[in-house]
Structures are given as C-alpha cells and as structure tokens.
C-alpha cells in the first residue's frame, strides 16, 4: 500500500538560509510524489512532481526535489529561504489506482528575518 | 480562468444538523476529488467523480456523507447528521484526466466545525 512520511511537524529557518522539507514514501508500484504547497486563506498549490523521469525535479519558486529509490525519499530544497516560502507543505504519492493522491501530514515552514 | 471554487469557505453547525458543501471545479475537468482533513490529521481522499459517476468512493467514512455530482459540473457534499468528528477542512480538487502524473487543482477548501 501507498504511504508517505513527513519528518519534522514544523521546520523553522532564517531568512537566506537552506530550507530542507523530509518526505518518506512507501509504494507497492513505482511512485507519482508530489510537493504541494498552502499559503494561508489559499488552496494547495503544487510545487513539483515526480513521474519516473529525471529524478532530479525542478519546481516554481526555487525549490527541487531529488527522488533517491534506494533511500525511498523525495525531499524538498530551496537554496535560500525568502519571508515568502512560509507556509504549509505537504508531500503526497499517488494511489495504487493512479488517481487519488496520499498525503503525509504537512510540514509548517516558518522563515525569521 | 476561474479555479476550482468551493462555499462555503466556513460553516459551523450544532450535531445533529445538516450541511452541504458545495465544489465547482476548472471547466472542461471531467475528475473531480474530495479529500477531508481532520485537524492534526493528513488529507485523505475522500471520493472521485469521473463526470457524474463515482469512481471510486473508498475514501467516504461512512453512509452519512453523501457526494452528488449532477450533470458532470458542480459537486456536492451532504453531511447528515452531522457529528463531532465530521469537522474539518474539506478540500475539492480537479484535473483534466485521470493519470496519476496530471496536477490536481485544489480548492481553498471549507472549513466545517460541529459544536
């Protein structure tokens, strides 16, 4: 069965610094990861996707995520953390079926100046 | 283009009652997903629509959620009665097909608290 793991509820960098975002998964068949993010009053918004192509992905404002299979990770980056970037974001795989997404638990990132 | 739109954007009501929520997805999306999150929870999937029909509805808790999707456009979702439990954020999402690698435009979601 799909599962994803988040690892950290709550993340918290200064501004400019490296922003690191943990996900685990678990699939049964070869993985479709997702980064979606939520700003506040917002829906979800996605910031990459992994579809079994480059496993380096890049995605908007900055951020990327590198599929390691061997480690069964998908984490997320960005080099540089703006004000901007602090919101919600959760990793998700799609299902065995290929269409209903399984979302981890979200990890709230929060950037100081 | 208008995104997916979901009302209301909160509702609170007393158990026992009944709520509809309601969900317009992009035009021309024949998928159309709800997914609920309990508070502290992940998202789950909820329900998938392919035009009018349910395809696949694993995700619903129980038979007091009802999901319609008339005529292949807006969706609704009915909560009767409502319980405790039910309250949370209840998220709408659409995409053109079905694939799995295809983004999924997520609504902004309504807020659902029972008192």
């Known amino acids: 069965a799909q599962s994803v793991t988040q690892l950290g509820s709550h993340v918290s960098v200064s501004e400019g610094a490296l922003v690191l975002l943990r996900c685990n998964y678990s699939?049964?068949?070869?993985?479709?990861l997702f980064w979606y993010v939520q700003y506040p009053n917002q829906g979800l918004q996605l910031l990459l996707k992994?579809?079994?192509?480059?496993?380096l992905v890049k995605g908007i404002n900055g951020f990327e995520a590198e599929f390691k299979k061997s480690e069964t990770s998908f984490h997320l980056t960005k080099p540089s953390a703006h004000m901007s970037d602090a919101a919600e974001y959760f990793c998700?795989?799609?299902?065995?079926?290929?269409?209903?997404?399984?979302f981890g638990k979200g990890t709230t990132l929060s950037v100081s100046s | 283009e208008a995104g997916v739109t979901q009302f209301p954007s909160h509702s609170v009501i007393e158990k026992g009652q009944t709520v509809t929520l309601r969900c317009d997805p992009i035009s021309g999306h024949d998928n159309l997903y709800w997914y609920r999150r309990v508070m502290g929870k992940e998202i789950k999937f909820l329900l998938h629509?392919?035009?009018?029909?349910?395809?696949?509805e694993s995700g619903m808790p129980n038979n007091r959620f009802l999901a319609e999707r008339t005529g292949g456009t807006y969706s609704t979702l009915k909560v009767q009665p409502a319980e405790l439990e039910d309250s949370g954020v209840y998220f709408c999402?659409?995409?053109?097909?079905?694939?799995?690698?295809?983004?999924?435009?997520f609504g902004q979601g309504t807020r659902l608290t029972v008192v």
């Open positions: 998700a795989v799609a299902g065995e079926a290929g269409t209903a997404l399984i």
């Open positions: 992994y579809t079994s192509a480059a496993t």
């Open positions: 999402a659409s995409s053109q097909v079905v694939w799995a690698d295809t983004e999924a435009f």
């Open positions: 699939s049964s068949v070869p993985p479709y």
């Open positions: 629509f392919v035009k009018e029909s349910k395809q696949d």
